[in-house]
């Protein structure tokens, strides 16, 4: 089995910051690319970051130059920095990530529990 736990959520003024962690652990060979997402009641996921197990990373127009996603490949976790955080950035959010389990198989996408991030005005 793989887990996902997130962790750092939690209530901020706008213009703070936080950083998430979502830590990996089980059966794992390998992880492609880990992203994060974010949703709020009523409304779709939404994409607000990736990043590929080289690097490569990838934002939402609404957070670039705000937020950073990283990652360590060794520990199996990934961050995502939030500063200049805005109220419309409140949500929960979710990491996800792409899962070998045996190094030959498919990829599977798992995804973690959630974390509450509210930004207060």
């Known amino acids: 089995q793989v887990q996902l736990v997130e962790s750092g959520g939690g209530l901020v003024q706008a213009g703070g910051s936080l950083r998430l962690s979502c830590a990996a652990s089980?059966?794992?060979?390998?992880?492609?690319?880990m992203g994060w997402y974010r949703q709020v009641p009523g409304k779709q996921r939404e994409l607000v970051a990736t990043?590929?197990?080289?690097?490569?990373?990838n934002y939402a127009d609404s957070v670039k130059g705000r937020f950073t996603v990283s990652r360590d490949n060794a520990k199996r976790t990934q961050y995502l920095q939030m500063n200049s955080l805005k109220p419309e950035d409140t949500a929960v959010y979710y990491c996800?990530?792409?899962?070998?389990?045996?190094?030959?198989?498919?990829?599977?996408?798992?995804w973690g529990q959630g974390t509450q991030v509210t930004v207060s005005s």
């Open positions: 996800n990530a792409w899962v070998s389990i045996r190094g030959w198989d498919r990829e599977t996408l798992y």
């Open positions: 089980g059966s794992i060979f390998g992880i492609n690319v």
């Open positions: 990043i590929t197990s080289g690097g490569q990373s």
